[in-house]
C-alpha cells in the first residue's frame, strides 16, 4: 500500500479567452526555512532507558547483557543507560522534553545526571536536579 502526498499551494483558475479552456495557475506558498534543532543526547537515552526496560520486562530479552550484546556495547554502558530509570518521574519526564539543541553542545550531560540517579531520595534528587537546572541557561 501507497502512502499519500498533501501538497498545500494557492490555486487559481484564469480563461484565456470566450470559450477556451481554463488554464491552472499555481503559486508558491514559500515558508521560513528554520532549522528545529536536533533532540539532547539524555533525552535520548532516556527514551532507550524506558524502551530497554520494556523490552526485559516484557521478556523479548534476558537481561543486561543480551542487550548489551545486541546493541554492541559494554554491559557497563547499559548499566549507565538504565540508571535514568533510577531518576523521579517528574525528572525524567523533564529530560524527556528538554528544548532541543540549536547549536553546539547539549546543556545537560549523562555524566551530570548519574549522580543524581544514584540518590534514592526523589526530595534530594529534585533538589539536585533544580541545582543542575540553576547552573544552566535560562532557556532551561
Known sequence: MTSGLTVKCDVDFRRRGRGSCKELIVRRVSQPVTSPGRIP??????????????????????????????????????TQIMNLRQLAPDIQEQVLHLPPTQTGRDPIRLAQLQPIAIILDWRKQRRMWSELLGRREPGL
Request: no cysteine; charged share 25%; glycine share 6%.
Open 41 to 78: 543526547r539524555v533525552a535520548r537515552l532516556m527514551a532507550l532507558a524506558i524502551r530497554f526496560e520494556r523490552l526485559i520486562r516484557t521478556g523479548a530479552l534476558r537481561n543486561y547483557a543480551e542487550l548489551a550484546a545486541l546493541g554492541h556495547v559494554t554491559r557497563a554502558r547499559v
